[in-house]
């Protein structure tokens, strides 16, 4: 079946880090532009981060400039978001998410083709 998997949530303290991967199952996500999203609770879905396909360029939203970065993997089929200097403003449910479209290079949510289940980043002392 074609997924994406997140993993890598957790507890973690202000100021402490987060490795959070996406693999993807049955399809290739190299072809793929790949974002990150998060919810957090109240919260409606914002979009965190975007990486275009193979070759293509970066995005993150002004709340994570500096802080996130996106990659990927091609030989494991897989996208990271390193966040460091976590506050408690980015606890939320973290999703990845692929789209194959031209119109999907930015990572607007209703671009995306497939989705992750979500992983939970909670950020507390």
């Known amino acids: 079946q074609l997924q994406l998997v997140e993993s890598g949530g957790g507890l973690v303290q202000p100021g402490g880090s987060l490795r959070l991967s996406c693999a993807a199952s049955?399809?290739?996500?190299?072809?793929?532009?790949v974002g990150w999203f998060r919810q957090a609770p109240g919260k409606e879905r914002e979009g965190v981060s975007c990486i275009g396909s193979s070759g293509g360029s970066t995005n993150y939203a002004d709340s994570v400039k500096g802080r996130f970065t996106i990659s990927r993997d091609s030989a494991k089929n897989t996208v990271y978001l390193q966040m460091n200097s976590l506050q408690t403003e980015d606890t939320a449910v973290y999703y990845c998410?692929?789209?194959?479209?031209?119109?999907?290079?930015?990572?607007?949510?209703?671009?995306?083709?497939?989705w992750g289940k979500g992983t939970l980043v909670t950020v507390s002392s």
């Open positions: 049955g399809f290739t996500l190299d072809y793929y532009a």
């Open positions: 998410a692929a789209g194959l479209q031209a119109i999907a290079a930015l990572c607007p949510y209703y671009a995306m083709n497939y």
